[in-house]
């Protein structure tokens, strides 16, 4: 947790400049960019997803347990549960309960960088749906994905 701490800290500093033990106290959060020069992360093209969704407000600025809870969720040592739990919430940009075809358009639009035009990305949606569904309803609930990535035994390596 400690070096985690630091490392938190320095990404303050790289936008901020040194500061003091006692200055460092009364940082609140870093924001989305901080995070995105993380070299292991820079080429995630869900990083700024990430911090919204372990940001309990919302803005993608993360405090110092925020952001421990992001990184704890991307170790190989996290849980499966935890992993699935994330990548739900990863792909329910609108944040109610279930996977839609317009969540899994922003996603392919994320790892695409917006390459696809509106009628490919409604093919993608429907073949990514049809095929994982499995109630029929055109919706994902997080027990259908995690049903599905039980059946991926990398999953918890991968993710």
């Known amino acids: ?14 936008k901020h400049g040194k500061i003091t033990d006692e200055q460092l106290e009364a940082v609140d959060y870093i924001e989305p960019a901080d995070v995105q020069t993380i070299p292991e992360l820079t080429l995630n093209p869900f990083v700024l997803r990430f911090c919204e969704i372990f940001s309990e407000n919302g803005t993608g600025n993360l405090r110092f347990d925020e952001f421990l809870n992001f990184l704890s969720s991307m170790s190989e040592a996290a849980p499966r549960e935890v992993k699935a739990q994330t990548a739900f919430r990863l792909y329910d940009f609108d944040n109610d309960g279930y996977i839609s075809a317009e969540d899994v358009k922003k996603a392919v639009n994320m790892l695409t960088d917006s390459q696809l035009n509106e009628d490919d990305l409604e093919i993608v949606a429907s073949r990514v749906l049809g095929e994982v569904d499995l109630d029929g309803d055109r919706l994902l609930s997080f027990e259908e994905l995690n049903r599905i990535l039980e059946q991926i035994p990398d999953f918890k390596y991968l993710f």
């Open 1 to 14: 947790i400690l070096r985690i701490y630091k490392r938190w800290a320095k990404l303050y500093e790289k």
